[in-house]
């Protein structure tokens, strides 16, 4: 008999979800039991306004359904739910849609990434979600590509190479969507090259066909070998003599003040954090 521990996806509760119907999907949240966004809102509170659940019903919840994903590896990804569909990511960036009344898997999107890419994950082969934006579901894989699905069916729209494949570079995180454009970070500090944020237009409201890079913040830079350093005090006090590390500087300071990128340029400004 197989005793290998599968991970499984849970619901937990016994309260009604009669509300729920599966229609594509919208990022602007028409309902309080909608979580169309990574951390639900765009400033990321992970706070859900339902009040079904308190601390006198606290007692009723019970396992509605669970559903294995068929992998003992890690499950990281903040499912999203909208119009009654919930959909998440699972290991070596496979999505995946289901009903969020019974469990039942709509559609499995697997973008067979290398197994090789392995070497460049720091963390295990996971993913940590999608975004949605009006019929489509927008998925970063480990082997540096974005792309688009249709919600209804799984079935890839688009697919872009964001990084430079031939390097170590890796993508875990959950995309996101602002002013017109479907925004990713590409990772691998780790293993010696240099991570940035970048950004693409929506086929459809900028373009009439594939994504096109809008902008890559910070900008790419020349390599250094045997280094993994890439950011330093923007203390007036700290002398700088690689010309690759000129541009760290206005990114952070010893104060706490960091400079978040514009969503239409990539430019920087000041915010409190």
């Not at 979580?35 to 308190?54: A, H, K, M, V």
């Not at 019974?102 to 890419?117: M, N, Q």
Request: hydrophobic letters at 35%; glycine letters at 8%; a positive charge.
């Amino acid at each position: 008999m197989n005793t290998r521990p599968y991970i499984s996806l849970l619901l937990v509760g016994a309260l009604s979800m009669a509300a729920c119907k599966k229609s594509s999907p919208s990022r602007a949240s028409s309902g309080a039991a909608d979580w169309t966004t990574y951390g639900r809102t765009n400033d990321e509170q992970r706070f859900s306004p339902l009040d079904q659940i308190n601390e006198q019903k606290i007692g009723q919840l019970g396992l509605q359904w669970s559903r294995e994903l068929g992998t003992s590896r890690g499950l990281e990804a903040t499912p999203l739910v909208s119009n009654g569909v919930i959909y998440t990511t699972g290991e070596w960036s496979v999505a995946y849609a289901l009903d969020a009344k019974t469990g039942e898997i709509l559609w499995t999107f697997d973008p067979k990434v290398p197994r090789a890419r392995a070497r460049f994950i720091c963390c295990d082969v996971v993913n940590r979600g999608v975004a949605l934006y009006h019929d489509k579901v927008f998925l970063g894989t480990l082997d540096g590509r974005l792309i688009a699905l249709d919600a209804k069916t799984g079935k890839p729209v688009w697919d872009v190479v964001t990084v430079d494949q031939t390097k170590s570079y890796a993508i875990t995180g959950a995309p996101r969507v602002a002013k017109g454009l479907v925004l990713i970070g590409n990772a691998g500090s780790e293993f010696g090259v240099r991570g940035c944020v970048s950004a693409y237009d929506l086929p459809g409201i900028r373009s009439s066909t594939t994504p096109n890079l809008i902008w890559s913040t910070p900008a790419p830079a020349t390599e250094l070998p045997g280094t993994a350093i890439f950011a330093v005090p923007a203390a007036a006090t700290i002398s700088i003599s690689r010309p690759s590390l000129h541009s760290a500087p206005p990114t952070v300071n010893w104060s706490g003040t960091i400079r978040s990128p514009q969503a239409k340029t990539g430019t920087t400004t000041p915010r409190s954090h």
